[in-house]
């Protein structure tokens, strides 16, 4: 018989220019590298609690992104889910890390792929990771258009806004309610 599921939130966190790094932190208890991540406390937001367990294990302020998936596996007998965003973390340190991380290291993306110790972090984010550093780089690349390139986009935008808008048909708003989530899938497959 399967536990109650465990859920957990954390994020790639990303900082730098050119050159993007990632934060893996080390565990004190087992002296695990690992993403940045933790239980969330009861009742709360998975993405609120993704970015307090971020502060914390980092010591760096960080704006969160976009989702970019969970992974699932059995802890100690019990299903857990962890959900990550990217994360973006200002360049200096705000606090003091938790005491239940010894290190935090800021390495390059292959870096810190070769850093996890888990096989199941070390697939999500040589996968993920690539998604998130690219989209990292197309919004610093936004910043720096110029105004007739601004305007250019937001005409493009106020179109595809229209086009949203409009109605989909019975048949295809039944179809998207029908397919499971990643999430669900995933929670499926650990009960069983």
């Given amino acids: 018989m399967a536990g109650k599921t465990i859920y957990a939130a954390g994020g790639i966190v990303v900082r730098g220019?050119?050159?993007p790094l990632v934060a893996v932190v080390q565990r004190s208890?087992?002296?695990l590298w690992v993403l940045p991540r933790g239980k969330l406390k009861r009742d709360e937001n998975p993405r609120a609690g993704?970015?307090?367990e971020a502060v914390e294990e980092t010591g760096h302020r960080v704006q969160v992104r976009e989702f970019l998936g969970a992974i699932a596996y059995r802890a100690r007998g019990q299903p857990k889910v962890v959900q990550f965003w990217r994360m973006q973390a200002q360049v200096n340190p705000s606090r003091d890390l938790m005491k239940d991380i010894a290190a935090v290291q800021w390495l390059t993306f292959a870096a810190a792929v070769r850093r996890l110790s888990y096989p199941l972090e070390k697939l999500f984010l040589s996968h993920v990771g690539r998604h998130?550093?690219?989209h990292r780089k197309r919004t610093v690349r936004r910043k720096a258009r110029t105004p007739a390139a601004k305007a250019k986009l937001l005409r493009r935008r106020s179109t595809d806004k229209k086009r949203a808008g409009k109605?989909?048909?019975v048949a295809s708003r039944t179809a998207a309610?029908?397919?499971?989530t990643v999430?669900?899938?995933a929670l499926r497959r650990l009960v069983r």
Avoid: H, I, S
């Fill in 167 to 169: 109605p989909k048909t």
């Fill in 29 to 31: 208890k087992d002296e």
């Fill in 132 to 134: 998130a550093l690219k």
């Fill in 183 to 185: 999430l669900q899938r």
């Fill in 17 to 19: 220019g050119a050159r």
């Fill in 177 to 180: 309610r029908a397919r499971p």
């Fill in 50 to 52: 993704a970015r307090r």
